[in-house]
């Protein structure tokens, strides 16, 4: 029983030593880091596509006043 509890106190010594403290820390930055990289990848896709669809919004409506207008003639 002494053997038992000599090895339960030697494991609590070596798990109470905090190394598994740091591995957390740089887990949590990098999914930060990711997340914020993922979030800026996201924003810079949905500028893109909103400005070309504003482009082709623009064109069609230039399109559709001339037609209007050399129908009006």
Not at 13 to 28: H, K
């Amino acid at each position: 029983m002494k053997k038992l509890l000599f090895v339960a106190v030697l494991g609590l010594a070596f798990a109470a030593c905090g190394s598994g403290a740091s591995s957390s820390t740089t887990a949590d930055s990098t999914v930060s880091a990711t997340a914020d990289s993922a979030s800026a990848a996201v924003s810079a896709t949905a500028d893109s596509a909103k400005a070309a669809v504003s482009a082709t919004a623009d064109s069609a409506k230039a399109a559709v006043s001339a037609a209007a207008d050399s129908a009006k003639k």
